[in-house]
Each structure stands twice: as C-alpha cells, then as structure tokens.
C-alpha cells in the first residue's frame, strides 16, 4: 500500500535550521507533488508550503525567505528546509502528496502522520 513517513523533526533552538524529509513508498514514482502542514498545539492545520507536478512553489506568508520545499521524485522523496527557526514555527508537521507512478497510475490526497518540530526561545 502506498504510504509516507516524515522525519527529520525534533527540537532546536531559535534561529536554528532543520529538515523535513517525507519518504514515499508502495510504488515507484516519477511524479510528485507535495505539501507540507503544520498543526501548532491548540491550534487549527494550516498549510506551510507547496511544490506541484510542474515544480511551481508557493508559501506561507509566515514562512518565506526562510522555509524552502523541494523533492527528489526518482527516489520518492519530499523536503522542506526550515531555517531561521521561530517559537511560533513549534508544531506537528505532516506531509501530504499525490503521487504518479511510472505506469501513469495516480495516487491522489495520501498524507503522514506527522513529526513534531518544537523550537525553543
């Protein structure tokens, strides 16, 4: 069965940098779009940022300049580089994609279950 598993979380001071990684698995896939959420404690999911199947990014206002999503397709990977880390970028992050496979088969809306990014002043 298809599935993503997101690492790379844990805790960091402020101004510092981590990694999201989002591996994909169940298939091969060529082409990919990904998503990354964010879901802060008492708070509501919001979307942090996108990559689609064209490459075109977008961004959270809160997150720009300082957040960067990318994927590595042929190795069923998703990224999002986060530096300059704030306390209010503390939350559960999760990953979400749709996913095509060689043989033109698409996956549509599969998502982690998310890694904690906690950020301390």
């Known amino acids: 069965q298809v599935q993503l598993v997101e690492s790379g979380g844990g805790l960091v001071q402020a101004g510092g940098s981590l990694r999201l990684s989002c591996a994909a698995s169940?298939?091969?896939?060529?082409?990919?779009?990904y998503d990354w959420y964010r879901q802060p404690p008492g708070k509501q999911r919001a979307l942090v940022a996108t990559?689609?199947?064209?490459?075109?990014?977008h961004y959270a206002d809160s997150v720009k300049g300082r957040f960067t999503i990318s994927r590595d397709s042929a190795a069923n990977m998703g990224y999002l580089q986060m530096n300059s880390l704030k306390p209010d970028d503390t939350a559960v992050y999760s990953c979400?994609?749709?996913?095509?496979?060689?043989?033109?088969?698409?996956?549509?809306?599969?998502w982690g279950r998310g890694t904690q990014v906690t950020v301390s002043a």
């Open positions: 990559i689609g199947f064209d490459g075109s990014t």
């Open positions: 169940g298939s091969r896939f060529n082409r990919n779009a």
């Open positions: 979400h994609a749709d996913l095509v496979t060689w043989s033109n088969t698409v996956y549509y809306d599969y």
